[in-house]
């Protein structure tokens, strides 16, 4: 027994050493925390519930916005079941002034067929506040799985049917994906060229999001994904229950010049304000183009880079964006692209992209650390666009530049900004001048830099 | 000495309590201090044993304690270890209502609580057998091998190719936990059902998984007419046939000192067998 299981870990490459994503609960918690007025019951031992605290600061949660409880199980409640101590915590949280309780489940409840669907249907009427059963258990898949089942639960669940659809209207889908340190700067992007164009958001699936806005969710008239890596089941869902038709489908999210540009007529053209996406574009443009003048000839040297072989580790949201804007931004030359997700339609994109593009690097979808290492290894680039794994992941390699522009990235923190957009622009190309000119402070990198 | 433990396993229904409680007297009446742990959510296995009631379990009482904020330290052993009239101790590990929980993992909770306490170690105990519920379905029903309480299986089948194929699936629990911890086969009970050849399948059975036969068990009412009167066959007709095998078997059991890691078979060989002896044509 013990030999098959060695042989089967030492031979297959296909096998996840080392991986980059959290589990389903962690993702299930990001979107259910982004809920304001609301409540988290984690029904799960406690250290499950770190998964939650872990969201809860992807969410960027206030205390005073939404409240999280746990059933801390223990082996009690593994041997004969948690379900009363759920129902006991669920009454408990009578007290608690909240719209919503959203019960997630971990692994260890629902190996053992704790039935959490039941238990809030039988205390429904007993509570003030909806009771919203999501099984998430960690088995279920990555992050990214549990935001789709989070997803999914609350559509069906809250968001109540609208004849009547809002003109010009847009509900935005799974912006907190990749729980990048940008992706609240990202949403601000988006929120800001719709107000601009004159669009309302009806609601935001999810951050800082209200009950209310989810319950109306179907009188918007198009829903905006924003993300390469989940939530697209629930923007086919909003399509085919509620006909919210979805825009902005098959092109990536606006990092770079192309894609913003693309992704900005996209918008005008659907919503019949081209004059005014021309506008934005034409602005946006000259404003990178002429701080980039400015500050060009001191500032950044990025014109450096050109042709020089590089990789992209990222999860898809930003990864597939930034292979573009590697090779018109930058005049790399993308010889890796490794994915953290591997969702079909986010595929196609980045297929398409690269044939576009006339490039054929070396794609990793649904990469982990292993495999991103022994990629790493055999393209040996000499720019890696990634987060702070590569950064230790490539020590051993021949490659000087490492950008961190995704998570976890330990060196810089980060507040507010985006990637999205012109200001996104400006703060890649920062990321990129600050690791050039870091490499003065190390002799050995500016060997290996081979200037 | 070291303590023998011993677990019988085998398909549900097959004979194992009725089994396990006459091997424990037949072993009591040599003189050995004998502990019977039930590990079945059913918590019948002692129930011969104890004149027809059903213990308190381990778990009932560790459960008891958590409802009042106390944790499995709250247990002594005196709570759920019984020792019956005829001197045999007896343990039921008890598990979660049907439909609910886990009851493998209450098993091995159960089994941790009496180690912790040091439950053999107080009573002395020479042997303790294990009766484990049905086949090994899940991870949790096979901790019992997995941590290396049960040292000796013992596996029970009659001439059934369903018992034959559930003893075929324990092997594979076992040979896939021998390394680790160190469990080994003991060999085949035949419990008798009265199938043709039965004696002869269940020889063959066991040598073709590199085993032995250890006692062919052979029907007889005087098992149902015990248990009606809640008593163990050695104790309702001490002197009748059926209880000089149930000796002997606990004989043959004491004195094995040749354990095993079995060779599970593949189902076409087993169907094989057993076409060979039922006569029948594929």
Same mark, same amino acid.
């Given at each position: 027994?013990?030999?098959?299981?060695?042989?089967?870990?030492?031979?297959?490459?296909?096998?996840c050493f080392d991986p980059y994503l959290r589990c389903a609960l962690n993702g299930a918690?990001?979107?259910?925390?982004?809920?304001?007025?609301?409540?988290?019951?984690?029904?799960?031992?406690?250290?499950?519930?770190?998964?939650?605290?872990?969201?809860?600061?992807?969410?960027?949660?206030?205390?005073?916005?939404?409240?999280?409880?746990?059933?801390?199980?223990?082996?009690?409640?593994?041997?004969?079941?948690?379900?009363?101590?759920?129902?006991?915590?669920?009454?408990?949280?009578?007290?608690?002034?909240?719209?919503?309780?959203?019960?997630?489940?971990?692994?260890?409840?629902?190996?053992?067929?704790?039935?959490?669907?039941?238990?809030?249907?039988?205390?429904?009427?007993?509570?003030?506040?909806?009771?919203?059963?999501?099984?998430?258990?960690?088995?279920?898949?990555?992050?990214?799985?549990?935001?789709?089942?989070?997803?999914?639960?609350?559509?069906?669940?809250?968001?109540?049917?609208?004849?009547?659809?809002?003109?010009?209207?847009?509900?935005?889908?799974?912006?907190?994906?990749?729980?990048?340190?940008?992706?609240?700067?990202?949403?601000?992007?988006?929120?800001?060229?719709?107000?601009?164009?004159?669009?309302?958001?009806?609601?935001?699936?999810?951050?800082?999001?209200?009950?209310?806005?989810?319950?109306?969710?179907?009188?918007?008239?198009?829903?905006?994904?924003?993300?390469?890596?989940?939530?697209?089941?629930?923007?086919?869902?909003?399509?085919?229950?509620?006909?919210?038709?979805?825009?902005?489908?098959?092109?990536?999210?606006?990092?770079?010049?192309?894609?913003?540009?693309?992704?900005?007529?996209?918008?005008?053209?659907?919503?019949?304000?081209?004059?005014?996406?021309?506008?934005?574009?034409?602005?946006?443009?000259?404003?990178?183009?002429?701080?980039?003048?400015?500050?060009?000839?001191?500032?950044?040297?990025?014109?450096?880079?050109?042709?020089?072989?590089?990789?992209?580790?990222?999860?898809?949201?930003?990864?597939?964006?930034?292979?573009?804007?590697?090779?018109?931004?930058?005049?790399?030359?993308?010889?890796?692209?490794?994915?953290?997700?591997?969702?079909?339609?986010?595929?196609?994109?980045?297929?398409?992209?690269?044939?576009?593009?006339?490039?054929?690097?070396?794609?990793?979808?649904?990469?982990?650390?292993?495999?991103?290492?022994?990629?790493?290894?055999?393209?040996?680039?000499?720019?890696?666009?990634?987060?702070?794994?590569?950064?230790?992941?490539?020590?051993?390699?021949?490659?000087?530049?490492?950008?961190?522009?995704?998570?976890?990235?330990?060196?810089?923190?980060?507040?507010?900004?985006?990637?999205?957009?012109?200001?996104?622009?400006?703060?890649?190309?920062?990321?990129?001048?600050?690791?050039?000119?870091?490499?003065?402070?190390?002799?050995?990198?500016?060997?290996?830099?081979?200037? | 000495?070291?303590?023998?433990?011993?677990?019988?396993?085998?398909?549900?229904?097959?004979?194992?309590?009725?089994?396990?409680?006459?091997?424990?007297?037949?072993?009591?009446?040599?003189?050995?201090?004998?502990?019977?742990?039930?590990?079945?959510?059913?918590?019948?296995?002692?129930?011969?044993?104890?004149? /027809? *009631?059903?213990?308190? %379990?381990? #778990?009932?009482?560790?459960?008891?304690?958590?409802?009042? =904020? $106390?944790? &499995?330290?709250?247990?002594?052993?005196?709570?759920i270890v019984f020792k019956a009239r005829n001197g045999i101790y007896c343990v039921e590990?008890?598990?979660?209502?049907?439909?609910?929980?886990?009851? /493998? *993992?209450?098993?091995? %909770?159960? #089994?941790?609580?009496?180690?912790?306490?040091?439950?053999? =170690? $107080?009573? &002395?105990?020479?042997?303790?057998?294990?009766?484990?519920?049905?086949?090994?379905?899940?991870?949790?029903?096979?901790?019992?091998?997995?941590?290396?309480?049960?040292?000796?299986?013992?596996?029970?089948?009659?001439?059934?190719?369903?018992?034959?194929?559930?003893?075929?699936?324990?092997?594979?629990?076992?040979?896939?936990?021998?390394?680790?911890?160190?469990?080994?086969?003991?060999?085949?009970?035949?419990?008798?059902?009265?199938?043709?050849?039965?004696?002869?399948?269940?020889?063959?059975?066991?040598?073709?998984?590199?085993?032995?036969?250890?006692?062919?068990?052979?029907?007889?009412?005087?098992?149902?007419?015990?248990?009606?009167?809640?008593?163990?066959?050695?104790?309702?007709?001490?002197?009748?046939?059926?209880?000089?095998?149930?000796?002997?078997?606990?004989?043959?059991?004491?004195?094995?000192?040749?354990?095993?890691?079995?060779?599970?078979?593949?189902?076409?060989?087993?169907?094989?067998?057993?076409?060979?002896?039922?006569?029948?044509?594929?």
């Amino acid at each position: 027994m013990g030999d098959k299981r060695i042989e089967l870990l030492s031979t297959s490459t296909e096998r996840c050493f080392d991986p980059y994503l959290r589990c389903a609960l962690n993702g299930a918690a990001q979107t259910v925390l982004g809920v304001k007025g609301c409540g988290t019951l984690t029904h799960g031992p406690q250290g499950c519930e770190y998964l939650v605290y872990d969201a809860f600061g992807h969410q960027d949660c206030d205390y005073t916005e939404v409240e999280t409880l746990c059933t801390k199980l223990c082996e009690n409640e593994i041997v004969h079941g948690g379900e009363d101590l759920l129902a006991h915590t669920i009454l408990e949280a009578k007290e608690l002034n909240i719209q919503a309780l959203f019960v997630l489940t971990a692994c260890g409840p629902e190996i053992v067929g704790d039935d959490i669907v039941s238990v809030c249907r039988d205390l429904q009427p007993q509570v003030p506040f909806k009771l919203v059963p999501i099984e998430s258990a960690g088995f279920k898949g990555s992050e990214y799985d549990g935001i789709d089942i989070a997803l999914d639960v609350i559509l069906r669940k809250l968001v109540k049917d609208s004849k009547r659809k809002i003109s010009s209207s847009v509900c935005l889908i799974a912006p907190h994906a990749n729980a990048n340190p940008t992706w609240m700067g990202d949403l601000e992007w988006v929120k800001q060229i719709l107000s601009q164009m004159g669009v309302q958001v009806v609601a935001t699936l999810t951050y800082k999001s209200t009950l209310n806005e989810i319950e109306n969710v179907a009188s918007a008239e198009t829903s905006l994904l924003l993300s390469h890596d989940a939530g697209k089941k629930a923007a086919d869902y909003l399509s085919s229950e509620f006909g919210v038709e979805q825009i902005c489908q098959g092109i990536p999210l606006p990092i770079g010049m192309t894609n913003t540009r693309r992704w900005i007529f996209d918008l005008g053209k659907r919503f019949e304000v081209q004059g005014i996406a021309k506008r934005l574009v034409a602005e946006g443009e000259r404003m990178v183009v002429e701080t980039y003048r400015r500050k060009g000839g001191y500032f950044f040297e990025v014109a450096r880079f050109q042709r020089t072989p590089a990789a992209i580790v990222a999860d898809a949201t930003i990864g597939i964006p930034l292979v573009r804007f590697a090779i018109e931004e930058l005049e790399l030359k993308p010889e890796l692209i490794a994915l953290r997700s591997s969702r079909p339609d986010a595929r196609e994109i980045l297929e398409r992209e690269v044939d576009d593009l006339g490039i054929s690097p070396k794609i990793v979808y649904g990469t982990d650390v292993y495999k991103t290492k022994k990629s790493l290894e055999e393209i040996s680039p000499e720019v890696v666009f990634g987060s702070n794994i590569e950064r230790h992941a490539i020590e051993e390699l021949w490659t000087p530049y490492i950008f961190e522009v995704v998570s976890p990235m330990r060196r810089f923190r980060v507040i507010d900004k985006a990637y999205f957009g012109y200001n996104g622009i400006l703060n890649l190309l920062e990321v990129v001048q600050n690791e050039f000119a870091d490499r003065w402070r190390s002799k050995e990198k500016r060997y290996k830099a081979r200037w | 000495m070291d303590v023998r433990q011993i677990a019988i396993y085998g398909k549900g229904g097959i004979g194992k309590s009725v089994i396990a409680s006459n091997i424990s007297m037949a072993l009591h009446e040599k003189g050995l201090n004998v502990m019977q742990v039930g590990c079945d959510p059913k918590r019948d296995s002692t129930r011969v044993l104890v004149g /027809g *009631r059903l213990i308190p %379990t381990v #778990l009932e009482k560790y459960r008891e304690e958590m409802r009042i =904020g $106390k944790d &499995e330290n709250a247990i002594s052993l005196e709570d759920i270890v019984f020792k019956a009239r005829n001197g045999i101790y007896c343990v039921e590990s008890g598990g979660p209502e049907p439909g609910i929980g886990c009851a /493998g *993992r209450g098993v091995l %909770t159960a #089994l941790q609580i009496l180690k912790d306490l040091d439950a053999f =170690g $107080k009573y &002395e105990i020479d042997v303790a057998i294990y009766d484990v519920l049905g086949d090994v379905v899940c991870g949790g029903f096979a901790m019992p091998m997995r941590k290396g309480y049960a040292r000796e299986i013992y596996i029970v089948v009659s001439g059934e190719l369903m018992a034959l194929y559930a003893a075929n699936n324990i092997c594979k629990a076992i040979k896939r936990f021998a390394e680790r911890s160190g469990i080994r086969m003991g060999g085949i009970i035949c419990n008798s059902r009265n199938v043709k050849n039965e004696e002869e399948v269940a020889k063959e059975f066991s040598e073709r998984i590199g085993s032995k036969l250890v006692h062919f068990i052979p029907r007889d009412d005087i098992v149902q007419s015990a248990e009606i009167n809640r008593k163990t066959v050695v104790e309702y007709a001490p002197k009748s046939n059926q209880t000089r095998v149930y000796r002997d078997l606990a004989g043959e059991i004491i004195k094995n000192k040749s354990f095993d890691i079995p060779t599970p078979m593949e189902m076409d060989e087993l169907e094989r067998l057993m076409m060979k002896f039922s006569g029948e044509v594929i």
